[in-house]
């Protein structure tokens, strides 16, 4: 409501603030905040997350209205939501995951939806705190893989540049910074970083100078020079990346590092977004599917040790590349170095070392 009252005073008029049409013409006809506003298909002033991004310094009131906007989502998903969900027998949530939803090959997770629980935001992530160990003798741990789908692409295209450096433990995004941008480790500033992360993660979904020009708000030609160069020091990942379309079109499907197949249809479709689509998946889904084998594959050692030494210590969640246990604090020193290994080891036969990270706290957050 106080973030609804400012908004209303910065517009100098009532309007709801709710209405993606009210906003848009509070916006851009009221207010008059940039000379040309997109439009929807609808005939409407475009007024989505990545529209308003643009706008944050020509106006206060821009910002506010995405702060309500996050405030009303986690209100509405979350707040309101997630103690209705509560098993009276047991005063806990339950979320059930299905393993033949996602076509990646990784759990989903419903009813409620655990995996999408904000991390990226400040007030997003005061939702984890309300999830706690279950007594004062327990503790929550978090572990993640780091930069799995990096790792695996360079385990998958054999990039010796990449895998080097893994293997000699470097910031992989400095030092692809370092290579893009021709400068020493050292002298590669924080907005290098940022652009070398953004390509490393863009790459494997087949990011354009387009995408990446409008994600970093950089000129087209310098966007296309950074992929350039990019592909020019790590030539294999582009050879990899050629190599998996290929294979689709011969097989009509992909594998994962374990042989698990995505089949793609579309792959010879003569419509070229079909294809296109069809194409990123044939790149991306070796390495998401892998992933996803690689944490599924942990899970089932780790439960099996449990289950071995008898502990008291359980594992609670598994959220994309973490997994969170309820850890009997008695068992703490017994079950991190199970954790480490049966992650770092779920495959056996690669190149990369696989890193893992850990965190303990009384709730999610701060085991995060």
Do not use: C
């Not at 592909?231 to 294999?236: C, D, G, L």
């Not at 977004?273 to 998401?288: D, K, L, S």
Request: aromatic share 8%.
């Amino acid at each position: 409501l106080a973030v609804e009252t400012e908004i209303q005073q910065l517009a100098g008029t009532p309007f709801n603030v709710s209405s993606p049409k009210q906003v848009g013409d509070i916006l851009f006809e009221y207010l008059k905040i940039v000379e040309k506003p997109k439009k929807t298909k609808t005939g409407q002033y475009a007024t989505g997350e990545d529209v308003l991004v643009k706008l944050v310094g020509k106006h206060d009131i821009v910002g506010k209205i995405s702060d309500y906007r996050e405030l009303v989502k986690l209100k509405s998903t979350y707040v309101d939501t997630l103690p209705l969900l509560i098993n009276p027998r047991t005063n806990r949530i339950h979320t059930s995951y299905n393993q033949v939803v996602a076509v990646t090959g990784r759990l989903s997770s419903d009813n409620p939806n655990l995996q999408n629980i904000p991390i990226r935001t400040v007030r997003g992530k005061e939702i984890r705190k309300a999830f706690v160990a279950r007594n004062e003798d327990y503790i929550l741990l978090s572990a993640d893989y780091s930069q799995i789908e990096l790792r695996i692409i360079a385990e998958l295209s054999k990039d010796e540049g990449m895998i080097e450096a893994f293997k000699s433990g470097q910031d992989i995004h400095q030092a692809t910074a370092s290579k893009v941008y021709n400068v020493p480790l050292e002298e590669v500033t924080g907005d290098m970083r940022r652009n070398a992360k953004m390509v490393n993660f863009g790459i494997i979904y087949g990011i354009s100078a387009f995408g990446l020009s409008e994600r970093l708000n950089i000129p087209r030609k310098e966007a296309a020079s950074i992929i350039e160069n990019y592909f020019a020091k790590y030539p294999r990942i582009k050879a990899y990346m050629d190599e998996s379309i290929d294979i689709a079109r011969e097989k009509g499907y992909v594998e994962t590092i374990r042989g698990r197949k995505r089949y793609l249809r579309d792959i010879n479709s003569s419509n070229h977004t079909v294809r296109g689509y069809a194409e990123r998946n044939a790149i991306n889904a070796p390495i998401q599917g892998s992933a996803a084998d690689m944490i599924k594959i942990a899970m089932i050692n780790i439960h099996k040790d449990f289950k071995e030494k008898n502990l008291k210590s359980k594992m609670l969640l598994q959220v994309h590349d973490e997994l969170v246990f309820d850890v009997f604090k008695e068992e703490l020193e017994i079950v991190k170095p199970i954790i480490e290994n049966r992650m770092k080891n779920a495959m056996t036969t690669l190149s990369v070392p696989m890193d893992v990270g850990m965190g303990t706290g009384t709730n999610w957050l701060e085991a995060h």
